[in-house]
């Protein structure tokens, strides 16, 4: 399942975004409040690029994963 099918189908998770995000159909910007489904909230909170409260505790292991697949791009 790609990320706009998830932001299609899941339940919401209300985050506020730290950094901004784009991608195909996806804009996302920084200081701006969001209701996304609960997986992709959890993952932009884990990875720094939203605040907000995870819907579940990770394991070290599904943390050092996600941190993994992290992208970081500065102008």
Do not use: C, W
Request: charged letters at 30%; zero cysteines.
């Amino acid at each position: 399942m790609g990320l706009l099918d998830k932001l299609r189908k899941e339940s919401r998770s209300r985050v506020r975004m730290l950094h901004s995000v784009a991608g195909p159909g996806l804009d996302l910007v920084a200081g701006e409040p969001y209701d996304l489904p609960v997986s992709v909230a959890d993952e932009f909170i884990i990875k720094g690029y939203a605040e907000g409260d995870l819907t579940r505790e990770y394991s070290s292991d599904e943390i050092t994963e996600l941190h993994a697949q992290r992208q970081v791009v500065n102008i």
